[in-house]
């Protein structure tokens, strides 16, 4: 009773002592009642008792009142699964399908509080929530989605901050398919769609559909809530289009569309504050997006025949005759199939590493120069395949790689990035796909026909959706009749599901009927596939989206978070931290404020105007490769590892570092996107800043050239709109310097401009890339070889 009385509060256990306590007293009674009664009448003890008075002593022996108990013992008992084809309960340490288990257990305390905790990827213990027992003491708790992981999950009577201090636990083996996507457009009518940028300048990510029955060019405008832009008719049906950045250099992401199913002509459509609106005929084919093939900072554009195609380079003003022509690639390079909505060419990024962005074909993967692309200077493939496209860096080598469906054989490929030029050569084997040459990578493949690619199949790089700093590829079936033999238009007589394949390092086949942890499944009941889209975040999370297109239903979007893996271990709004440890950190729509504290952190800041304040150890993992433990032997994402990477997302945003930074070399730092289009979900390391701020109290050195302005800041006119530039604005205080490594391609104007009051001088680079600096007078500048 000293507890009790100590503290107020009477657990099951304190019960259940004084329950005992009462049971021996009543055996000890019962035994001195019997003592009494053998007793002669007239017997006395030592102290002249007789035994009637030792009687009424042994009257009074009876047990204390037992409080009722204040404090619960809760148990887990199990979880029950109503997902899928096994439905049912399951115990610790089982595996399930559904996502949103409901956690069964019991209370010793009716109608009392549960509360329900878990280990999150970076070994944290947090709180799930709450639930209220019933007046029999059963409770339920059903999760928000939980990510495909196992998962530790506890409960316990009273706040705890530790899972030693829980009563109770469970381990759930979740792998389950993405949850329902939101529906958006017209039924049918917008079969094909395509990664554009932000096209309206709103702060969102946009997406770019055409559609074949309305001859109509439109896109779904990003925001808190999604709109169509607005049925822009352009006489024929639309089969085909590709955001291709900014070819006008007007601050505004463009979009070509592709008329007629194969050799009807080109429009492009410029973005700008009402969205897409004046429209200029780009020659006659399928469109597709280039990227900035010949290193001027304006992106270009690509019109593709049925077997050559032409490269048409971005201007400002507003006239694009210039070309590389004749170029050994078109739609039909992996057969005829020109009805598809899938990409046949796109840029990539930096697939070499020589600072051009290059582009993949169904025929090859030809590389950029300061001459732009031609026929010689390329990747070849042993043959054709049915679509490509640009992947991001799936394995961290910081190269840029390709992702390419050869639906023929039913197989799909991601080919790594590198400086090996040799042929690649892919398997003829139908199911059994593998890849040789080149720099390697890995096939995925599979025997079970459901899900092997078909002719009208496509891929597309997505971003980083699970969180890990890799980027990850979507492949659909779409045409595969159910037995691997391609079909056009057919869903949903046939079901086949697509999947996301997550980034990874090595070059072992994944087979999508196992894919297990390695993905995850997008049923065929949520999204046929007959186009996709990713590499875009339309609602400003800093999460990265997918967007699905159906041939004869209403197109899905996936919008990021647990559904598609990710897992911010921190997540926020206004200011966020993180702390010593990697940490997956998540900003919002607004303008944040985000600091790293140490570790290799992924940090995605969404939209809004982010301010991302890193320190010196984070700095050290941004130019290391992928990492599995924190300094202190810890693992990082359960030992799955991260790569360390920053992401402003849109709007202006500013890296800026603590006081213990004393130098920021950029040029330790890989260039993985240079060339590629602006896009609130970037592929590069340090992706979509526009604004260095050396204020941290100490003399800060910042050492760059200029594909690292280009590479960081994919946008033109930042901050100085009268130049179409690809700028980078530096903030310091005295003692703080910037190191410019290609001395010689820079040219300090004799004139300055002034941001938010304070004075900067304007060096533009003397080469045809499209960088510019505007750095704070009080900072010192300096050229080295």
């Given at each position: 009773?000293?507890?009790?009385?100590?503290?107020?509060?009477?657990?099951?256990?304190?019960?259940?002592?004084?329950?005992?306590?009462?049971?021996?007293?009543?055996?000890?009674?019962?035994?001195?009642?019997?003592?009494?009664?053998?007793?002669?009448?007239?017997?006395?003890?030592?102290?002249?008792?007789?035994?009637?008075?030792?009687?009424?002593?042994?009257?009074?022996?009876?047990?204390?009142?037992?409080?009722?108990?204040?404090?619960?013992?809760?148990?887990?008992?199990?979880?029950?699964?109503?997902?899928?084809?096994?439905?049912?309960?399951?115990?610790?340490?089982?595996?399930?399908?559904?996502?949103?288990?409901?956690?069964?257990?019991?209370?010793?305390?009716?109608?009392?509080?549960?509360?329900?905790?878990?280990?999150?990827?970076?070994?944290?213990?947090?709180?799930?929530?709450?639930?209220?027992?019933?007046?029999?003491?059963?409770?339920?708790?059903?999760?928000?989605?939980?990510?495909?992981?196992?998962?530790?999950?506890?409960?316990?009577?009273?706040?705890?901050?530790?899972?030693?201090?829980?009563?109770?636990?469970?381990?759930?083996?979740?792998?389950?398919?993405?949850?329902?996507?939101?529906?958006?457009?017209?039924?049918?009518?917008?079969?094909?769609?395509?990664?554009?940028?932000?096209?309206?300048?709103?702060?969102?990510?946009?997406?770019?559909?055409?559609?074949?029955?309305?001859?109509?060019?439109?896109?779904?405008?990003?925001?808190?809530?999604?709109?169509?832009?607005?049925?822009?008719?352009?006489?024929?049906?639309?089969?085909?289009?590709?955001?291709?950045?900014?070819?006008?250099?007007?601050?505004?992401?463009?979009?070509?569309?592709?008329?007629?199913?194969?050799?009807?002509?080109?429009?492009?459509?410029?973005?700008?504050?009402?969205?897409?609106?004046?429209?200029?005929?780009?020659?006659?084919?399928?469109?597709?997006?280039?990227?900035?093939?010949?290193?001027?900072?304006?992106?270009?554009?690509?019109?593709?025949?049925?077997?050559?195609?032409?490269?048409?380079?971005?201007?400002?003003?507003?006239?694009?005759?210039?070309?590389?022509?004749?170029?050994?690639?078109?739609?039909?390079?992996?057969?005829?199939?020109?009805?598809?909505?899938?990409?046949?060419?796109?840029?990539?990024?930096?697939?070499?590493?020589?600072?051009?962005?290059?582009?993949?074909?169904?025929?090859?993967?030809?590389?950029?120069?300061?001459?732009?692309?031609?026929?010689?200077?390329?990747?070849?493939?042993?043959?054709?395949?049915?679509?490509?496209?640009?992947?991001?860096?799936?394995?961290?080598?910081?190269?840029?790689?390709?992702?390419?469906?050869?639906g023929k054989y039913g197989n799909s490929y991601v080919l790594f990035g590198g400086k090996n030029a040799s042929t690649v050569s892919f398997s003829t084997s139908k199911g059994n796909g593998s890849v040789s040459g080149a720099n390697g990578g890995f096939a995925i493949s599979t025997t079970k026909g459901s899900l092997q690619t078909a002719d009208y199949?496509?891929?597309?790089?997505?971003?980083?959706?699970?969180?890990?700093?890799?980027?990850?590829?979507?492949?659909?079936?779409?045409?595969?009749?159910?037995?691997?033999?391609?079909?056009?238009?057919?869903?949903?007589?046939?079901?086949?599901?697509?999947?996301?394949?997550?980034?990874?390092?090595?070059?072992?086949?994944?087979?999508?009927?196992?894919?297990?942890?390695?993905?995850?499944?997008?049923?065929?009941?949520?999204?046929?596939?007959?186009?996709?889209?990713?590499?875009v975040d339309v609602n400003g999370d800093g999460l990265a989206d997918i967007y699905v297109n159906s041939y004869n239903t209403s197109g899905k979007l996936f919008y990021g978070g647990s559904s598609l893996g990710a897992e911010p271990t921190v997540q926020g709004s206004g200011e966020v931290r993180g702390n010593a440890h990697s940490n997956f950190i998540?900003?919002?729509?607004?303008?944040?404020?985000?600091?790293?504290?140490?570790?290799?952190?992924?940090?995605?800041?969404?939209?809004?105007?982010?301010?991302?304040?890193?320190?010196?150890?984070?700095?050290?993992?941004?130019?290391?490769?992928?990492?599995?433990?924190?300094?202190?032997?810890?693992?990082?994402?359960?030992?799955?590892?991260?790569?360390?990477?920053?992401?402003?997302?849109?709007?202006?945003?500013?890296?800026?570092?603590?006081?213990?930074?004393?130098?920021?070399?950029?040029?330790?730092?890989?260039?993985?996107?240079?060339?590629?289009?602006?896009?609130?979900?970037?592929?590069?390391?340090?992706?979509?800043?526009?604004?260095?701020?050396?204020?941290?109290?100490?003399?800060?050195?910042?050492?760059?050239?200029?594909?690292?302005?280009?590479?960081?800041?994919?946008?033109?006119?930042?901050?100085?709109?009268?130049?179409?530039?690809?700028?980078?604005?530096?903030?310091?205080?005295?003692?703080?310097?910037?190191?410019?490594?290609?001395?010689?391609?820079?040219?300090?104007?004799?004139?300055?401009?002034?941001?938010?009051?304070?004075?900067?001088?304007?060096?533009?680079?003397?080469?045809?890339?499209?960088?510019?600096?505007?750095?704070?007078?009080?900072?010192?500048?300096?050229?080295?070889?």
């Amino acid at each position: 009773m000293a507890k009790a009385n100590k503290d107020g509060v009477i657990s099951q256990q304190e019960a259940d002592e004084l329950k005992a306590l009462n049971a021996k007293a009543a055996e000890t009674k019962a035994a001195a009642d019997e003592a009494v009664k053998a007793l002669p009448a007239d017997a006395k003890d030592a102290e002249g008792n007789t035994p009637a008075k030792l009687q009424a002593r042994v009257d009074v022996l009876d047990g204390i009142t037992v409080p009722a108990v204040t404090e619960a013992k809760v148990t887990i008992v199990n979880y029950a699964d109503d997902y899928g084809s096994q439905t049912g309960t399951g115990g610790t340490n089982t595996k399930t399908d559904d996502n949103t288990p409901t956690i069964k257990g019991t209370t010793t305390l009716p109608s009392s509080t549960v509360h329900l905790y878990e280990i999150n990827l970076d070994g944290a213990f947090v709180k799930l929530g709450s639930t209220t027992a019933d007046s029999s003491g059963n409770w339920s708790y059903t999760p928000d989605w939980l990510t495909n992981r196992e998962h530790k999950i506890y409960a316990s009577s009273t706040e705890i901050t530790s899972k030693e201090d829980a009563q109770s636990s469970i381990v759930i083996d979740v792998e389950g398919v993405t949850t329902p996507p939101t529906s958006v457009a017209a039924k049918g009518e917008y079969w094909s769609a395509t990664t554009v940028g932000d096209i309206n300048g709103d702060g969102y990510d946009d997406i770019g559909m055409g559609s074949w029955i309305g001859n109509k060019a439109d896109a779904i405008l990003g925001g808190k809530n999604l709109t169509l832009a607005g049925n822009n008719y352009i006489g024929s049906a639309v089969w085909h289009q590709a955001g291709v950045g900014d070819v006008n250099g007007d601050g505004y992401n463009d979009v070509l569309f592709g008329n007629g199913e194969t050799g009807g002509p080109a429009h492009l459509y410029t973005g700008g504050p009402n969205g897409l609106t004046s429209k200029t005929n780009i020659g006659n084919g399928i469109a597709a997006a280039a990227g900035d093939v010949n290193g001027d900072g304006i992106v270009d554009m690509i019109v593709m025949g049925a077997t050559s195609s032409n490269v048409y380079y971005g201007s400002t003003n507003g006239s694009y005759t210039n070309k590389s022509g004749s170029l050994s690639f078109g739609y039909n390079s992996g057969g005829n199939v020109a009805w598809g909505a899938q990409q046949y060419a796109a840029g990539v990024g930096d697939f070499n590493g020589d600072g051009y962005n290059d582009v993949v074909t169904t025929n090859g993967i030809y590389f950029g120069s300061a001459t732009g692309l031609n026929n010689s200077n390329k990747i070849s493939f042993n043959h054709g395949v049915t679509s490509a496209n640009a992947a991001g860096d799936v394995n961290g080598d910081g190269y840029a790689d390709v992702v390419v469906v050869d639906g023929k054989y039913g197989n799909s490929y991601v080919l790594f990035g590198g400086k090996n030029a040799s042929t690649v050569s892919f398997s003829t084997s139908k199911g059994n796909g593998s890849v040789s040459g080149a720099n390697g990578g890995f096939a995925i493949s599979t025997t079970k026909g459901s899900l092997q690619t078909a002719d009208y199949s496509n891929a597309v790089g997505v971003g980083d959706v699970n969180g890990d700093g890799l980027a990850d590829v979507l492949i659909t079936t779409y045409g595969n009749t159910g037995n691997g033999v391609s079909a056009r238009g057919q869903y949903p007589k046939y079901k086949t599901d697509s999947y996301i394949v997550y980034g990874k390092a090595g070059s072992d086949t994944v087979d999508p009927s196992t894919l297990g942890k390695k993905g995850i499944i997008v049923p065929n009941n949520q999204a046929d596939g007959s186009s996709s889209v990713g590499m875009v975040d339309v609602n400003g999370d800093g999460l990265a989206d997918i967007y699905v297109n159906s041939y004869n239903t209403s197109g899905k979007l996936f919008y990021g978070g647990s559904s598609l893996g990710a897992e911010p271990t921190v997540q926020g709004s206004g200011e966020v931290r993180g702390n010593a440890h990697s940490n997956f950190i998540a900003g919002s729509q607004d303008n944040d404020t985000i600091y790293g504290e140490g570790g290799a952190d992924i940090i995605y800041a969404g939209s809004g105007d982010d301010r991302i304040v890193l320190n010196a150890n984070n700095l050290h993992y941004l130019s290391e490769g992928f990492q599995t433990a924190n300094a202190d032997g810890s693992p990082i994402n359960e030992g799955k590892g991260r790569l360390a990477r920053i992401d402003g997302g849109n709007g202006h945003n500013t890296l800026a570092f603590d006081s213990d930074v004393t130098e920021v070399d950029l040029t330790k730092i890989d260039n993985v996107g240079t060339g590629f289009m602006k896009t609130a979900v970037g592929m590069s390391r340090i992706a979509n800043i526009d604004h260095i701020d050396l204020t941290n109290g100490v003399a800060t050195k910042l050492v760059l050239e200029a594909k690292d302005v280009l590479d960081m800041n994919p946008g033109l006119r930042s901050y100085d709109k009268s130049s179409a530039t690809h700028q980078l604005m530096i903030s310091g205080e005295g003692g703080d310097t910037v190191t410019i490594k290609d001395v010689g391609n820079w040219n300090k104007t004799s004139t300055t401009t002034i941001v938010n009051g304070e004075t900067y001088d304007i060096y533009t680079s003397t080469s045809t890339n499209g960088a510019q600096l505007l750095v704070e007078t009080d900072v010192h500048v300096e050229f080295v070889g």
